[in-house]
């Protein structure tokens, strides 16, 4: 009986002490694989990749005072506007703040005309804007940023070159 005893102490000492030395070593604690601290990018599209983590919180403001909370579980897709963000993952601990800086806001904006549409980048980079009638291209377009040109299709699409 005193045997028994003296092997479930022991049990609870290891596994005390196992636990213990996770939490110690930062087991716990999310793994940022990217992006890197400080990062600044011309993509509105940014993967993260974090292990250990639930959540993902980013805001504008260092204080997290109106964050956007993004579920990793989720696979969630969000737009970021060009500016700096604070970011953190959280899961049973959490990253430090970091920060990640948008330098380009891809954007284009259709005016109806008599002919079909007049197409404006609106963004602060230059496109390459594919017109289409259907599924058929019509027309392929360089517009630098505030450029427009005139466009009949029904379908618009502008990527960065």
């Known amino acids: 009986m005193k045997n028994k005893f003296v092997l479930t102490m022991d049990f609870v000492v290891?596994?005390?002490?196992?636990?213990?030395?996770?939490w110690a070593i930062g087991y716990s604690t999310p793994n940022v694989i990217s992006p890197i601290d400080n990062y600044e990018t011309?993509?509105?599209?940014?993967?993260?990749s974090i292990e250990n983590a639930d959540y993902l919180y980013i805001d504008k403001n260092?204080?997290?005072?109106?964050?956007?909370?993004?579920?990793?579980?989720d696979n969630s897709k969000i737009q970021l506007e060009p500016g700096v963000y604070?970011?953190?993952?959280?899961?049973v601990r959490q990253?430090?703040?970091?920060?990640?800086?948008?330098?380009?806001?891809?954007?284009?904006?259709?005016?109806?005309?008599?002919?079909?549409?007049?197409v404006v980048n609106s963004g602060n980079v230059n496109l390459n804007v594919e017109v289409y009638n259907g599924s058929e291209l019509v027309d392929e377009v360089y517009l630098e940023s505030e450029e427009s040109v005139e466009g009949s299709g029904d379908k618009f699409i502008g990527g960065m070159k």
């Open 14 to 22: 290891v596994v005390g002490t196992l636990f213990g030395l996770m």
């Open 42 to 48: 011309i993509n509105s599209s940014i993967l993260f």
């Open 62 to 73: 260092i204080n997290f005072t109106n964050p956007i909370e993004v579920n990793l579980k």
């Open 86 to 91: 604070y970011w953190k993952a959280v899961g």
């Open 95 to 118: 990253t430090e703040i970091k920060t990640l800086t948008i330098n380009t806001l891809v954007s284009l904006k259709l005016d109806k005309t008599e002919n079909g549409f007049n």
